[in-house]
């Protein structure tokens, strides 16, 4: 079996510098992905349900994330020789509190979807059924629900199709996703002047 893929994006970025120590890319990321099968290895692509019915197969893919926004920002802190704020301190204040940045990276994504299966295939492929989808019904609920002991997903939105009938589930759902990405670092550097030439570095990520 041969599978294709779509994919459509809008990207804008946002970069400034300032004179203060202070610089930021803002990068965010509008996309729809499409495809028939999960993977671009042949090796680990899932198996169509229908063979002879590749167009069942299309439905938003796997690693679709329609929205992503990228933060990352340097700002060298205002202390030490050179700077607004103790820039008359002698070597030993400056040593320590002057030539520090800090530097967060920031990325925030929406959740990729999800897809539902039911035991059994009248094909007898080796590939899971896939359930009727229930119209009318939302499909997830708020993330949120966990902390309150609640369902996510909501189970009568879906049907078993019955043993000798295939789902109309597509083979991923849009409207089905996991939970919101977040991915948050920062880092603290820290330079030393060792003579008038040599610059050292000290970095801690988080």
């Known amino acids: 079996d041969s599978g294709s893929a779509l994919y459509n994006a809008a990207q804008i970025q946002l970069q400034k510098r300032y004179t203060n120590g202070l610089s930021f890319l803002v990068s965010y990321t509008l996309s729809h992905m499409q495809s028939n099968t999960n993977s671009g290895f042949t090796s680990f692509a899932s198996s169509s349900l229908n063979k002879d019915n590749q167009k069942s197969e299309w439905s938003v893919d796997n690693n679709d994330q329609p929205n ?60 899971a059924n896939r359930p009727n989808v229930v119209a009318g019904q939302t499909l997830a609920y708020s993330y949120l629900n966990v902390y309150k002991g609640l369902p996510v997903l909501n ?24 939970p919101f990405q977040y991915n948050e670092n920062i880092a603290a550097a820290k330079s030393f002047m060792i003579g008038e030439h040599v610059r050292l570095k000290i970095e801690m990520e988080y």
């Open 68 to 127: 992503i926004i990228t933060i990352a920002a340097t700002y060298e802190l205002p202390f030490g020789k050179g700077k607004a704020f103790l820039h008359n301190a002698n070597a030993l204040t400056n040593a320590l509190v002057g030539g520090w940045q800090i530097s967060p990276l920031l990325t925030y994504a929406e959740g990729s979807p999800l897809q539902v299966n039911v035991a059994g295939n009248p094909l007898g492929n080796g590939t």
């Open 155 to 178: 189970a009568a939105a879906f049907s078993d199709p019955g043993q000798w009938a295939i789902g109309n589930e597509p083979r991923y759902m849009s409207g089905m996703r996991g």
